[in-house]
T-cell receptor
Framework: AQSVSQHNHHVILSEAASLELGCNYS??????LFWYVQYPGQHLQLLLK??????LVKGIKGFEAEFIKSKFSFNLRKPSVQWSDTAEYFC???????????FGQGTELSVKP | GAVVSQHPSRVICKSGTSVKIECRSL??????MFWYRQFPKKSLMLMAT?????????EQGVEKDKFLINHASLTLSTLTVTSAHPEDSSFYIC?????????????FGSGTRLTVV
């Protein structure tokens, strides 16, 4: 069964700094991976997703993630963060093909203006 | 795009009463809906999976008699918190899964903040 973990619990950055949030998954077979963002007081929004093909996935708002099978990782990156990126970020994986989504612990990102 | 409407967004109820939360897929048929609970500064904890026309599947440790889930149609699932207590206060989020093909589309509702006093 799939599981996913996020090791960064709270990240604090200044504007224009580069961002990388870690996500590691446990399953070695076919894997689908998601990154979601939850802005303060708002609902979850999909940032990007990986199903197959190019391991470098581009998402909305300048975010990207790279699927590295050998490292069981799907880290989220952004070259230059903005204050408006302050939010909670969740990595997620379906429990099985097309099944329930299992979320990582979440990473709180605080961007200082 | 796919939209999921969750209602109410906030509810305050007295201890011992029941509260119903609705989750509707507005522009697609959701064969499966999921109910999550989110504590402050914490991740989303899956409570149950509901499939239209069948009984919900609850995650381990979730009381099925306390959290009643009904998925009577392809566009509506409800979560009823029965005999609510202050420890049930939380943020409840539904997610609907619909469509076909390899793009496993999960759409989330905006959540319901439940406060039991």
């Amino acid at each position: 069964a799939q599981s996913v973990s996020q090791h960064n619990h709270h990240v604090i950055l200044s504007e224009a700094a580069s961002l990388e949030l870690g996500c590691n998954y446990s399953y070695g077979g076919t894997v689908n991976l998601f990154w979601y963002v939850q802005y303060p007081g708002q609902h979850l929004q999909l940032l990007l997703k990986y199903f197959s093909g190019d391991p470098l996935v581009k998402g909305i708002k300048g975010f990207e993630a790279e699927f590295i099978k050998s490292k069981f990782s799907f880290n989220l990156r952004k070259p230059s963060v903005q204050w408006s990126d302050t939010a909670e970020y969740f990595c997620a994986v379906p429990y099985n093909q097309g099944g329930k989504l299992i979320f990582g612990q979440g990473t709180e990102l605080s961007v200082k203006p | 795009g796919a939209v999921v409407s969750q209602h109410p967004s906030r509810v305050i109820c007295k201890s011992g009463t029941s509260v119903k939360i609705e989750c509707r897929s507005l522009d697609f048929q959701a064969t499966t809906m999921f109910w999550y609970r989110q504590f402050p500064k914490k991740s989303l904890m899956l409570m149950a999976t509901s499939n239209e026309g069948s009984k919900a599947t609850y995650e381990q440790g979730v009381e099925k008699d306390k959290f009643l889930i009904n998925h009577a149609s392809l566009t509506l699932s409800t979560l009823t918190v029965t005999s609510a207590h202050p420890e049930d206060s939380s943020f409840y989020i539904c997610s609907a899964k619909g469509g076909t093909g390899g793009d496993y589309g999960y759409t989330f509702g905006s959540g319901t903040r439940l406060t039991v006093v």
